[in-house]
């Protein structure tokens, strides 16, 4: 149970390992939100069985391995497929119609974790005949983390609560349509991944990534400060083509920022903008 | 009980009286209801903000929040990301979200992995919680079927906050105000009525925390 002086130290060691991670590894964290930050530095702390966060600098900067392995945990957000399916639903009846007025669509997934959002998107656009005249791009700045999204494994028992959404989201079959299972995984049909391009981007650092006619950015910016998101909404803002859509995290908004006024927004609870100028 | 816990307080704290900043509440089955009965005994001039998270399935609608705010004299809303706090206010876990509070006591979610099955986590909220507001917290854990919310309870207890839990023998589903009593034995007990009353009665004036003039909701 930590006194007042106590989290002032720890907050002064963790602004210190953000510093050697960056430094040594080029993964910039200063600009996360720091509440869960600082969790999952705590919970690392207690696993690795060290008494001080600042302890945790010099294994993680002599143990490259070790990065590599805990720097998925600071990063990748939990999710599933269809998540929110109402979501979806929107996407399959509002959003596709608008994109099926260009003749070629380029779609970013930015931040993709380990891939559910960007197969569950492939199927939809599959089920509503516009998955040839897509390109998607998948992208996370974790390379083991972006591996997971390329091979499409996933645990079986994840497969119910994503049948489910997919159901409700508006599927026109069964989920089980789009994958094969085998013993307690499923792994997603390779015809999914035909145009999907994973690639390594991460949204602290690199530039503008591509024209896109999409963005979908779902639960990524609660992980950044202010600052950052400012930053990233400007690289959506100068990915996106004259009227292309942006979609953000249902408990994310555009509304207390610098870009409220530059985005229409399409729909107020699933956050779904488009760029108007 | 040992006494009246006003009693109780002013003998844990030489006589001086406390001052509160936040207060935050935690809920699993029954829930809805038990967090009802306080917040609508709560006035709308009540000085401090109350930051809630109950248990339920992300499947359903997130009506408890309406359902909440109709009952409620002071304004509900479902917690954003980055949102201020302001006295006054109930911010609500949003169903498949942690909550966490940031050091400048702007509100954060997360969609990290679960923490005892739950999401949002009761004892995320109290441990990140008891950071920011250290002593200046009540921390009060309702019905529930689980034992989420005792390690966040003990965490607002050590970092000098004050706990209270619904008195078990009251509370539809005893299991979680008992495992809270476990952890952190200085919780007082009490009824959903005299948690309403102690919330009101301990509050702190209204200097405690500057809300910006742009109200999240």
């Known amino acids: 149970m930590p006194e007042r002086g106590d989290l002032e130290l720890e907050a002064l060691e963790i602004d210190l390992l953000l510093e050697a991670i960056r430094r040594q590894y080029g993964h910039d964290f200063r600009d996360y939100a720091r509440a869960s930050l600082r969790r999952k530095v705590r919970t690392l702390a207690a696993t690795l069985g060290v008494e001080q966060i600042s302890a945790l600098i010099p294994r993680l900067l002599h143990e490259p391995e070790l990065f590599s392995s805990v720097v998925g945990a600071f990063a990748t957000p939990v999710t599933e497929m269809f998540r929110d399916p109402p979501f979806f639903r929107f996407l399959r009846e509002s959003v596709v119609p608008h994109l099926q007025t260009w003749p070629f669509v380029r779609i970013w997934v930015a931040g993709c974790a380990t891939g559910e959002e960007v197969y569950s998107l492939a199927i939809l656009l599959r089920e509503e005949g516009l998955y040839e005249r897509c390109t998607l791009f998948a992208t996370d700045f974790v390379d083991p983390v972006l591996s997971r999204a390329r091979q499409g494994i996933y645990p079986l028992r994840s497969m119910k609560i994503n049948s489910a959404n997919y159901q409700r989201s508006g599927g026109r079959g069964s989920l089980s349509d789009y994958y094969h299972a085998d013993y307690d995984s499923v792994i997603m049909d390779a015809g999914l991944r035909e145009n999907i391009t994973f690639a390594n981007h991460n949204l602290v650092t690199d530039g503008v990534f591509s024209e896109v006619h999409l963005i979908l950015c779902r639960n990524v910016l609660i992980y950044f400060n202010n600052v950052l998101q400012q930053r990233v909404l400007g690289l959506f803002h100068d990915s996106l083509l004259h009227g292309g859509v942006l979609a953000l995290g249902s408990k994310e908004s555009l509304r207390h920022g610098d870009f409220a006024d530059r985005f229409k927004e399409l729909e107020a609870t699933w956050k779904v903008y488009r760029k108007s100028d | ?217």
């Not at chain 2, 201020?84 to 509070?101: K, R």
């Not at chain 2, 006591?105 to 739950?118: R, Y």
């Not at chain 2, 706990?163 to 809270?180: K, L, R, Y």
């Open chain 2, 1 to 217: 009980m040992e006494g009246l816990p006003q009693e109780r307080l002013k003998g844990s704290q030489q006589g001086q009286e406390r001052r509160f900043a936040a207060a935050v509440i935690g809920g699993s089955a029954g829930g809805i209801s038990a967090v009802t009965a306080i917040v609508s005994a709560l006035p709308p001039t009540l000085p401090l903000p109350v930051i809630v998270v109950l248990h339920q399935s992300p499947q359903e609608p997130p009506a408890w929040v309406d359902y909440l705010g109709r009952h409620a004299s002071l304004p509900v809303v479902e917690a954003e990301d980055k949102m201020p706090l302001c006295p006054g206010t109930v911010y609500c876990a949003p169903a498949g979200y942690h909550l966490l509070l940031e050091t400048n006591g702007d509100l954060a979610l997360s969609v990290d992995e679960k923490i005892n099955f739950s999401r949002p986590s009761i004892d995320l909220l109290f441990s990140s919680a008891a950071d920011v507001f250290g002593p200046a917290l009540i921390g009060i854990v309702l019905t529930g079927a689980n034992s989420d919310g005792a390690r966040g309870l003990a965490e607002i207890v050590g970092a000098g906050g004050l706990a209270m839990v619904q008195a078990p023998a009251g509370a539809e589903w005893p299991t979680m105000p008992e495992a809270a009593l476990q952890t952190a034995p200085q919780a007082w007990s009490l009824g959903l009525d005299e948690i309403a009353d102690q919330l009101v009665a301990l509050s702190m004036p209204k200097q405690g925390l500057n809300c910006p003039a742009s109200k999240g909701a």
